[in-house]
């Protein structure tokens, strides 16, 4: 079946705008999860939903970024007043639930360049 | 706060060798994940290694787990071009926050004719 896809696969954008992300998990996982992996490092782990909410949001490094999922399916990852530094592959990952021996599967990712 | 270390971050082999990937971590954990990375594309789950003790193979690769060590081995056997990836180890805490994957930051893998 189809895996965990993302849009757009890549993106620029300038100092200061407002970007969007998309997730589209793999049908029927309840849990998604936000990774952002710099380059040359492991993916960091952003937040973790379970259905609609986010059970987890410790991961997201500052108020400019927030994570939606309305319907408990697709997750929009947002970030406001894009800095140089938030340049770097966001992953997502969904599962089909959290516990036991889930293993996360990974989407392609969307590479953001903040110039 | 949970650490993973992985060594060596980069290898280069011939084919035909063996090599072992280390991945240590800091805390306790009972779940622990191996991927493997082709450039530019996703992570691609390769094992997950659930207890004490358990050995999990596919292939050239088998990966095991030592809890008491806190310390996962990919091993690589004979290996072919077709393996050449960055692999990553990625632990999950104990406790409530066990989907909080912690990774190392890779090992780039080479292998050369």
């Known amino acids: 079946g189809a895996g965990v896809s993302q849009t757009p696969s890549n993106k620029v954008t300038e100092k200061g705008k407002y970007v969007e992300l998309r997730c589209d998990p793999i049908s029927g996982h309840t849990a998604l999860y936000w990774y952002r992996q710099s380059l040359g490092q492991g993916p960091e782990f952003l937040i973790y939903?379970?259905?609609?909410?986010?059970?987890?949001d410790s991961g997201l490094p500052n108020d400019r970024f927030f994570a939606v999922r309305p319907e408990g399916s697709v997750s929009t990852l947002k970030i406001q007043r894009t800095e140089r530094g938030d340049s770097a592959v966001y992953l997502c990952?969904?599962?089909?639930?959290?516990?036991?021996?889930?293993?996360?599967?990974f989407g392609p990712g969307t590479r953001l360049t903040v110039l | 706060e949970l650490k993973v270390e992985q060594n060596p971050l980069f290898l280069s082999m011939q084919e035909e060798k063996n090599y072992t990937i280390y991945c240590n971590y800091s805390?306790?954990?009972?779940?622990l994940y191996w991927y493997r990375q082709d450039p530019g594309k996703s992570l691609e789950s390769l094992f997950v290694l659930l207890s004490n003790g358990a050995v999990k193979q596919e292939g050239r690769l088998m990966a095991s787990l030592d809890t008491k060590a806190r310390l996962s081995t990919l091993h690589i056997t004979a290996a072919v071009h077709d393996l050449s990836a960055t692999y990553f180890c990625a632990v999950a805490p104990v406790g409530g926050s066990n989907y909080k994957l912690t990774f190392g930051k890779g090992t780039l893998l080479t292998v050369n004719p």
């Open positions: 990952a969904s599962s089909l639930k959290t516990s036991g021996e889930d293993t996360q599967y």
């Open positions: 805390t306790t954990s009972d779940r």
């Open positions: 939903f379970q259905g609609t909410g986010a059970a987890d």
